[in-house]
């Protein structure tokens, strides 16, 4: 996996004491992912969604690793990757667990190499499939997906069922 991207900035791999930041990195992506009218309320949830990844990513059930970006003196985004299982053919797949840029860095193609560090992580472990899931309400996650080669095979559907 390349580690120095073209746009300068380089991945290394996350330590224990990066842990608040991946977990703000995850808050504001979930918040991101959901409708606004879940994003108002997301300090009634989000403590619980985050623990449950950092927990995740500390134990390393998923044989993950995360990815501190940096640009040599501040940290300016993340990666977080696993292997799972693909739900249809119970084939190992990498999985993009996260993926994120500072709100200033974004537009300019870090993303994309976000995307392009992942495969190849993915590739260095003969993982020949990438999997990971995005909400529609985060447009500008959905949009980066599908112009990387990504489409949808499932969707999940919600509905709130009355007490």
Avoid: H
């Avoid at 949830?45 to 044989?63: E, F, I, K, N, Q």
């Avoid at 190499?113 to 990438?130: F, N, R």
């Amino acid at each position: 996996m390349k580690l120095v991207l073209d746009c300068g900035l380089a991945l290394r791999p996350a330590e224990a004491s990066d842990l608040p930041y991946v977990a703000e990195c995850i808050r504001e992506s979930l918040t991101a992912s959901v409708t606004d009218a879940e994003a108002k309320l997301a300090d009634l949830w989000s403590d619980t969604t985050v623990a449950v990844a950092v927990d995740s990513l500390s134990s390393r059930r998923m044989g993950d690793e995360a990815f501190i970006l940096t640009d040599g003196t501040e940290n300016r985004g993340m990666l977080w990757m696993g292997a799972s299982r693909d739900q249809y053919t119970a084939e190992e797949t990498g999985y993009l667990l996260g993926i994120y840029v500072s709100k200033d860095l974004r537009g300019k193609g870090i993303g994309r190499e976000l995307i392009t560090a992942a495969e190849s992580w993915c590739l260095d472990k003969g993982l020949y499939t990438m999997q990971l899931d995005v909400s529609p309400f985060n447009e500008p996650a959905y949009s980066l997906y599908g112009l990387s080669g990504y489409t949808v095979r499932s969707a999940v559907m919600t509905k709130t069922l009355k007490r």
